[in-house]
């Protein structure tokens, strides 16, 4: 890996999306051909208001791409977790990049906007709280996003480490304490 601090990927506060995308995919690709897995690795640049907060975006794909995807892709949100800490990135910056594989990622977090919005229908007519199941924090984030600007509902995150999810609540009940 090269000499790519944090302090480097950040400048005023913000992430240099060219030097965190040739850091990523410099990590990346080192991962992939210690592991022996045969991937291709590309890394693009977003701009702002894309859609969503990744500024930089990289795409793990290939003949090996079902071992990341294996058990709800824990070893590919492992190897973002791995990127994220060999980067030395601060939380309040993982929301900047994104790793994917074959776009599993992206349409993971279409079906959660559409889970949440169905949901969040059901707790609008019922008037009752809907729990939906444990979730990545990346995941609930993408929740509460897609229901801040429903008109009648209200989220809040549950629970503890892995058992961390997102409860859709009516507006006008209290959150339980």
Same mark, same amino acid.
């Given at each position: 890996?090269?000499? =790519?601090? #944090?302090?480097?990927?950040? +400048? *005023?506060?913000?992430?240099?999306?060219?030097?965190? $995308? /040739?850091? !990523?995919?410099?990590?990346?690709?080192?991962?992939?051909?210690?592991?022996?897995?045969?991937?291709?690795?590309?890394?693009?640049?977003?701009?702002?208001?894309?859609?969503?907060?990744?500024? =930089?975006? #990289?795409?793990?794909?290939? +003949? *090996?791409?079902?071992?990341?995807?294996?058990?709800? $892709? /824990?070893? !590919?949100?492992?190897?973002?977790?791995?990127?994220?800490?060999?980067?030395?990135?601060?939380?309040?910056?993982?929301?900047?990049?994104?790793?994917?594989?074959?776009?599993?990622?992206?349409?993971?977090?279409?079906?959660?906007?559409?889970?949440?919005?169905?949901?969040?229908?059901?707790?609008?007519?019922?008037?009752?709280?809907?729990?939906?199941?444990?979730?990545?924090?990346?995941?609930?984030?993408?929740?509460?996003?897609?229901?801040?600007?429903?008109?009648?509902?209200?989220?809040?995150?549950?629970?503890?480490?892995?058992?961390?999810?997102?409860?859709?609540?009516?507006?006008?009940?209290?959150?339980?304490?």
């Amino acid at each position: 890996m090269s000499k =790519v601090m #944090a302090q480097e990927l950040i +400048r *005023d506060g913000k992430l240099d999306r060219q030097a965190a $995308a /040739d850091a !990523l995919r410099e990590f990346l690709e080192n991962i992939i051909r210690a592991a022996g897995l045969q991937l291709k690795v590309t890394v693009t640049m977003a701009g702002p208001g894309g859609g969503s907060d990744a500024e =930089v975006l #990289a795409d793990v794909d290939g +003949r *090996d791409k079902e071992i990341l995807l294996e058990r709800g $892709a /824990d070893v !590919l949100k492992a190897l973002e977790h791995l990127a994220f800490r060999a980067l030395r990135l601060e939380p309040e910056h993982h929301e900047k990049i994104h790793i994917d594989c074959g776009g599993y990622r992206a349409l993971r977090f279409e079906e959660l906007r559409m889970t949440a919005k169905v949901a969040a229908e059901r707790v609008q007519s019922s008037k009752q709280p809907f729990p939906l199941n444990p979730m990545t924090s990346r995941e609930r984030r993408i929740v509460h996003l897609a229901l801040k600007d429903i008109p009648g509902v209200r989220t809040e995150s549950i629970g503890v480490g892995e058992h961390r999810q997102v409860v859709i609540h009516p507006a006008d009940k209290p959150a339980s304490k």
